[in-house]
């Protein structure tokens, strides 16, 4: 049982140049999330998605764009990547009840030169 | 809008020690959950407990405790008989019940363990 898994691990961008994020969980939950951390700050909402075929904008979503591709995927992509981006990134997942925790995936460390 | 607010940036213990991790909310919700989270220097989020607003008994699981004092809004997480292990950065998030979950969290506490 993998759980929440994020590739890449770490990443060097240029600014300007786009990428993205990829997300996968594999225990049938329903909502996603997508977070950036920086640090001092705690982890700030980028995008979720309370189900399959729907996204939201979460605290921070200028300059970035989601996927739910499917029940399992939730993509987040950075079209034109800016210094300011430069963070760690985490992708977790919930099921739905109100006690339910969210899982969180390892984190993808990018850094935008 | 919901806020979560850890006032210490940074607390440290004697190893076996007891230590209390402060957190408190704000809200205009009836229904909500509060969640502590643990983030050790590799980096992943780890769950440690859960508090539901209705719930009546203070939350345990294992050497963790949860403080909740739904008048005074606060959710203090308490770590007892202190363990190296235990060094890291702690979370507190909460989250609205029911409708879309849009989780809140805290700027977090480092704690350090000493021996």
């Known amino acids: 049982n993998a759980g929440v898994t994020q590739t890449p691990k770490f990443q060097v961008l240029k600014t300007g140049q786009s990428m993205t994020l990829q997300c996968a969980q594999d225990m049938n939950h329903n909502s996603m999330y997508w977070y950036r951390q920086d640090p001092g700050m705690g982890l700030r909402l980028i995008y979720y998605s309370a189900s399959e075929g729907t996204t939201d904008k979460g605290e921070v979503p200028n300059g970035y764009n989601v996927s739910r591709l499917n029940k399992r995927e939730f993509s987040l992509r950075l079209e034109s990547a800016a210094p300011s981006q430069t963070s760690v990134y985490f992708c977790?997942?919930?099921?739905?009840?109100?006690?339910?925790?969210?899982?969180f995936g390892p984190g993808t460390r990018l850094t935008v030169l | 809008a919901q806020k979560i607010t850890q006032t210490q940036p940074g607390m440290f213990v004697q190893e076996k020690e007891a230590v209390t991790l402060d957190c408190t909310y704000d809200t205009s919700d009836q229904s909500y959950g509060l969640f502590w989270y643990k983030q050790p220097s590799s980096g992943e989020m780890i769950f440690l407990i859960y508090?539901?607003?209705?719930?009546?008994q203070n939350a345990t699981e294992g050497r963790y405790s949860l403080n909740f004092q739904k008048a005074r809004k606060s959710a203090n997480l308490v770590i007892s008989a202190s363990q190296l292990g235990d060094s890291a950065m702690y979370f507190c998030?909460?989250?609205?019940?029911?409708?879309?979950?849009?989780?809140?969290f805290g700027r977090g506490t480092s704690l350090i363990v000493h021996p």
């Open positions: 508090q539901g607003s209705y719930d009546e």
């Open positions: 977790a997942s919930r099921r739905t009840a109100s006690t339910d925790t969210q899982y």
């Open positions: 998030a909460m989250g609205q019940s029911g409708g879309s979950y849009i989780p809140t």
